[in-house]
Structures are given as structure tokens and as C-alpha cells.
């Protein structure tokens, strides 16, 4: 299984590291980066590859996905 993380809305970019990780013993880790404060929606979609897995790349059996709402409050220096 695994997770793909993206900016689904927001004000500036935001970069993921890993935007792709497999899920192992139920878990994946990553963090988000953003270029300014703001309202932002995030979006992860796990997938369990059975479509992949298959040959059938581009075809995705068994997925879901999630949105998560962040607010970003000031730059680095916590203004």
C-alpha cells in the first residue's frame, strides 16, 4: 500500500517529503513545506496497487482518499 500527498487548495506551494511512501505495519511518515501562511486543504490518496500489481497500471482497484484542512501562521521567525 501507499500514500501520495498534494495541495488540493491554498495560497502558495507546498512540497512533500516523500509525496509518495509505502504504508508499512499501517504507518507512513512525511512532512509538508509551505511557501506562505495560509488557509490550505491537503489531500492524500492511499492505494493498495492491486491495479499495478495486476499489469493493469493506470487502473486502481482499491483506494481511498482524504482531505485534512491546515492553517499556516507566520514565516520561519514566527511573525
Not at 27 to 32: D, G, Q, V
Not at 63 to 76: A, L, S
Given at each position: 500500500?501507499?500514500?501520495?500527498?498534494?495541495?488540493?487548495?491554498?495560497?502558495?506551494?507546498?512540497?512533500?517529503?516523500?509525496?509518495?511512501a509505502?504504508?508499512?505495519?499501517?504507518?507512513?511518515?512525511?512532512?509538508?513545506?509551505?511557501?506562505?501562511?495560509?488557509?490550505?486543504?491537503?489531500?492524500?490518496?492511499?492505494?493498495?496497487?492491486?491495479?499495478?500489481?495486476?499489469?493493469?497500471f493506470?487502473?486502481?482497484?482499491?483506494?481511498?482518499?482524504?482531505?485534512?484542512?491546515?492553517?499556516?501562521?507566520?514565516?520561519?521567525?514566527?511573525?
Open positions: 500500500m501507499t500514500i501520495v500527498w498534494a495541495k488540493y487548495r491554498g495560497p502558495g506551494a507546498v512540497v512533500f517529503a516523500p509525496a509518495k509505502a504504508i508499512v505495519d499501517g504507518k507512513a511518515e512525511a512532512t509538508a513545506s509551505f511557501s506562505e501562511p495560509g488557509e490550505y486543504i491537503l489531500q492524500s490518496v492511499v492505494d493498495d496497487g492491486s491495479g499495478e500489481l495486476a499489469g493493469n493506470g487502473y486502481h482497484c482499491c483506494w481511498t482518499n482524504t482531505e485534512v484542512k491546515i492553517t499556516v501562521r507566520g514565516g520561519r521567525d514566527g511573525n
